[in-house]
C-alpha cells in the first residue's frame, strides 16, 4: 500500500470515530431528557415584565438549557443558577453566560435537580 492510501484510510478511520462519538453522546443526551426549546425574546421579555423581581434575590432554573434565563436574570441583578442534564447545552450556556461577562451573578451545572 503506499503511503497516500494509509493517510486516507487513517483519515476515514478518525472521521469515521468521531462521529461515533458525536452520536453516542447525542442519543444519550436525547434519552436523558427533553428536547431543548429555546424560549422565544417576547415570552422571556414578558416573564422579567410581570415577575416580581428585586435585586439581590436568588433564583434557579431547571431545564436551562442553553442559559438564557439565568443570563436575563443576572442582568437585573438576580443570582441565579441554572440546572441541565445535557452536556452540549451546559457548554453552550457557560459559554453564553462568559459571553455575556455575567458570571459572577449566574451559572449552569451539569446535573439533575430531583433524582427521581
Known sequence: MSTGTLVVITLFAIIGVGAACVATILIAS???????????RESLEAML??????????????????????????CHGIKADGYEINPWLVMKARRNIKKRRTSPQCSCLLEKFLAC
Do not use: E, Y
Request: net charge positive; proline share 3%.
Open 30 to 40: 436525547v434519552i436523558n431528557g427533553a428536547p431543548f426549546v429555546r424560549t422565544k
Open 49 to 74: 415584565k410581570h415577575a416580581t423581581i428585586k435585586k439581590g434575590m436568588r433564583a434557579a432554573d431547571l431545564g436551562s438549557g442553553d442559559g438564557q434565563i439565568v443570563i436575563a436574570l443576572a
